[in-house]
């Protein structure tokens, strides 16, 4: 059966608090500045106003949606605000469930069988009152109760639900005791059950309630009269006796703010220590809390603790609390259950100055919502974080290949964090390859600086934690499909600007065009461009128009062929270049201006450039290709006026791309050309030289060397293109292996009779 509940803890003082909370912060800050934890990414909403709203806040999700309740000092009324999705993209709507009087100090939300429900003060009458929303909005159909009116009643209310019985605890004022109320319906309006849980002095001023298991309602309280922490267990549903009633920590003044939640069958609670300003928690050994406890002061840094709420992800808990002497939300992410090792320390909101009173933390399976004052608007804030999903997951590779690049198409995860703060921590290594890095962030899987090499046989994976600092999830994995090497040769091909036609070979010798495409309807001022659109293992065909900066783009290498893709990138005057920018199989367009390279992974839309990379000079022209092997094709540039090609092994969002490799080829003059020539999974070079036809291919573009291949193809004028061009095998040709051999029978490319490249 579920278990619901969200805790609201205050202070009716709220002004005496700030200016202590600023004086102590005035004299320390200085010192302990430099103590402060690490900021928290996520996203944040609330409601703003010119009015002060937000004290007394008691955060909830129902149906994926966060939504905080919280007083509105101004009009001296209940409010409610609600996301209209998961992650609030959409945006907030705020109401005023409760108007009548002054009411909504001390809220306290759950649900019940899908109702969201509250328990409140009214002071006005000093009563414990009682809301059932009618919609998910709280705008109609509400179902408002005063549950207890006998003397001053209803402040630090504390609900807790079962899924079908409904409990609030709350101090009663007159009698200064601790008080219980559980709901004879799910609407609190009918045989609802009043009991004293702790008439022993002044008992019950803060109070929180949780349930351990599904029929025995637990509770923690401050002792005010002997400045104690206790806490309470039913021994049955009604509460009519007690399994337990014991005082858990009376050393100095402790107690207040305490928050209870039960972590792995056990109460775990978390409180302030008045008299050091620490924040401490109790992990109790048993139901009853009455031994076996370990009692830890987890903060201890400033004057922390106040306004504690407990949450629980990964069964470890994390509790948000205020920072009195830098003023602002502070939480603690729990390396165990008693909280004694490993804790991390967060910062959600680092740009408001002054915030964190009035603290609610609920977790809701994969979203935690902590809702909190901002005393410097007076407004209500909350901070949500979604628990990562992982996206992508695999990693196709070739058998005995080094240096794979991991890149967010083999790894990602959904996250509202940014790269930088999701991190992966490798538990079950590869075992039958090794990876450069055990932890790494998905920024560095996007830096390319992830990579795997295959040293076994067959298939391969590993697993590994993923964490946003706030949620970690423990059973990512990353499968690797391990294929034998297949040869896909890249061969020539050429693009005739006064005919307007390819003219493609599959082989790299010289000999007939093997395909022949006119593109006739397009006019001057094309560029050719070539690639494998859709993934299909073909290089397609297309053309740039630089006088618009729209590509035109083919699946079927054909003059019939239709035209499939027409994205823009680019402007006027811009050069075309072509990749597998992500890894993904498919080539993505690009262009080059000014030594700057604009690069997009999805042909099939318009968009801007997904990756912005400066590389080289205004003068310089532009290739890409694989240079290293590791599956993603990366930028560089030949410099016609030295014959020098610039390489670089670097994709990035934004940046100044290295050059790995720099050597020279050809001579001034030349055109530059790239492409897999042998079929090793590593792009080589090579150049077209426009005076006599001849090519010359070199298949390492990683330094200066003599060429591997050389023969006549083309005619002056025209532009170099390398691609696959047909499905299958292609034959590799070397310098000891000039003539193509013989494909397999109905791999034979059908010949184009009207185009035999003449030799100039």
């Known amino acids: 059966m579920s278990i619901n509940r969200i805790d609201a803890h205050f202070i009716g003082n709220a002004t005496k608090i700030a200016k202590i909370g600023l004086i102590i912060a005035l004299l320390t800050l200085l010192f302990f500045s430099s103590f402060l934890p690490t900021a928290q990414a996520g996203s944040f909403f609330g409601y703003t106003t010119a009015s002060d709203v937000g004290q007394f806040t008691s955060a909830l999700v129902v149906d994926d949606v966060p939504m905080v309740a919280y007083y509105d000092v101004t009009n001296a009324d209940l409010r409610f605000t609600a996301c209209f999705n998961a992650d609030c993209s959409n945006g907030t709507i705020s109401t005023s469930p409760d108007t009548t009087g002054n009411v909504g100090k001390y809220v306290s939300m759950g649900q019940a069988i899908g109702n969201i429900i509250m328990s409140y003060y009214d002071e006005t009458n000093g009563d414990l009152k009682f809301l059932a929303c009618g919609n998910s909005q709280c705008s109609s159909g509400n179902i408002i109760t005063t549950l207890d009116s006998t003397g001053n009643v209803g402040q630090s209310t504390s609900l807790v639900t079962n899924g079908t019985s409904i409990y609030v605890t709350y101090y009663d004022v007159t009698n200064a005791d601790l008080k219980l109320l559980r709901c004879g319906n799910i609407v609190c309006n009918v045989n609802n059950t009043i009991r004293t849980i702790d008439s022993g002095g002044t008992v019950g001023e803060f109070s929180s309630i949780d349930m351990l298991g599904t029929s025995s309602p637990s509770i923690a309280y401050y002792d005010g009269t002997n400045s104690a922490l206790k806490y309470a267990r039913c021994s049955s549903s009604t509460c009519a006796a007690f399994a337990s009633q014991v005082t858990l920590d009376n050393t100095a003044a402790v107690g207040k703010y305490p928050s209870l939640k039960v972590v792995n069958g056990l109460p775990f609670i978390s409180y302030y220590d008045e008299t050091n300003g620490n924040l401490k928690i109790i992990r109790c050994g048993t139901l009853n809390c009455d031994s076996g406890n370990t009692t830890f002061t987890v903060d201890s840094v400033g004057d922390v603790g106040r306004f504690s709420s407990t949450g629980v992800i990964n069964n470890l808990p994390?509790?948000?609390?205020?920072?009195?002497?830098?003023?602002?939300?502070?939480?603690?992410?729990?390396?165990?259950?008693?909280?004694?090792?490993?804790?991390?320390?967060?910062?959600?909101?680092?740009?408001?100055?002054?915030?964190?009173?009035?603290?609610?933390?609920?977790?809701?399976?994969?979203?935690?919502?902590?809702?909190?004052?901002?005393?410097?608007?007076?407004?209500?804030?909350?901070?949500?974080?979604?628990?990562?999903?992982?996206?992508?997951?695999?990693?196709?590779?070739?058998?005995?290949?080094?240096?794979?690049?991991?890149?967010?198409?083999?790894?990602?995860?959904?996250?509202?964090?940014?790269?930088?703060?999701?991190?992966?921590?490798?538990?079950?290594?590869?075992?039958?390859?090794?990876?450069?890095?055990?932890?790494?962030?998905?920024?560095?899987?996007?830096?390319?600086?992830?990579?795997?090499?295959?040293?076994?046989?067959?298939?391969?994976?590993?697993?590994?934690t993923i964490s946003d600092g706030l949620w970690t999830l423990t059973t990512g994995i990353l499968n690797v499909t391990v294929s034998q090497p297949t040869v896909n040769v890249q061969t020539i091909g050429l693009w005739r600007p006064s005919a307007r036609t390819y003219y493609l070979r599959n082989a790299n010798s010289t000999g007939n065009a093997d395909i022949e495409a006119l593109l006739r309807e397009h006019g001057n001022g094309v560029q050719p461009v070539v690639g494998d659109w859709d993934g299909d293992g073909v290089d397609s065909i297309g053309i740039f128009d630089s006088t618009k900066g729209q590509f035109y783009l083919l699946n079927t290498n054909g003059t019939s062929a239709p035209v499939i893709y027409i994205p823009i990138l680019g402007t006027a005057g811009d050069l075309p270049v072509a990749g597998d920018w992500d890894g993904d199989g498919k080539s993505g367009i690009g262009v080059y201006r000014a030594g700057v390279f604009y690069l997009r992974n999805d042909v099939t839309t318009s968009g801007a450039a997904d990756y912005t990379i400066s590389l080289g000079v205004p003068s310089d022209l532009p290739i890409a290709g694989d240079w290293n092997g590791d599956g993603i094709d990366s930028p560089g540039i030949y410099r016609p006026s030295s014959a020098l090609f610039f390489l670089s092994d670097q994709i990035c969002a934004s940046c100044a791309a290295t050059v790995n490799y720099t050597i020279g080829f050809g001579i001034v003059g030349d055109v530059a050309v790239a492409g897999d020539w042998n079929g090793d999974g590593r792009t080589g070079v090579g150049v077209f030289r426009p005076t006599n036809g001849l090519t010359y291919l070199k298949n390492d573009a990683t330094t200066t060397g003599f060429a591997d291949l050389n023969f006549v193809f083309g005619i002056p004028n025209d532009q170099p293109v390398a691609g696959h061009w047909v499905a299958g095998p292609l034959p590799i040709l070397s310098v000891e292996n000039p003539t193509p051999t013989e494909l397999p029978l109905g791999d034979q490319p059908k010949q184009a009779p009207t185009f035999i490249p003449a030799r100039r």
């Open 318 to 464: 994390l509790v948000a609390y205020y920072d009195a002497t830098n003023t602002r939300l502070k939480i603690v992410r729990c390396g165990a259950e008693a909280c004694t090792s490993g804790n991390t320390f967060l910062t959600p909101d680092s740009a408001t100055p002054s915030h964190g009173q009035y603290t609610s933390f609920y977790v809701e399976f994969d979203q935690a919502v902590i809702s909190y004052y901002d005393a410097t608007n007076t407004d209500m804030r909350a901070y949500l974080n979604l628990r990562p999903v992982v996206t992508r997951n695999s990693l196709n590779i070739v058998e005995g290949s080094a240096g794979n690049r991991i890149v967010p198409f083999n790894l990602s995860a959904k996250d509202d964090d940014p790269d930088a703060s999701l991190t992966y921590t490798v538990t079950t290594p590869p075992t039958k390859g090794t990876l450069t890095l055990s932890t790494f962030t998905q920024m560095q899987i996007a830096a390319g600086s992830v990579k795997y090499s295959h040293t076994g046989a067959g298939n391969d994976f590993f697993n590994m």
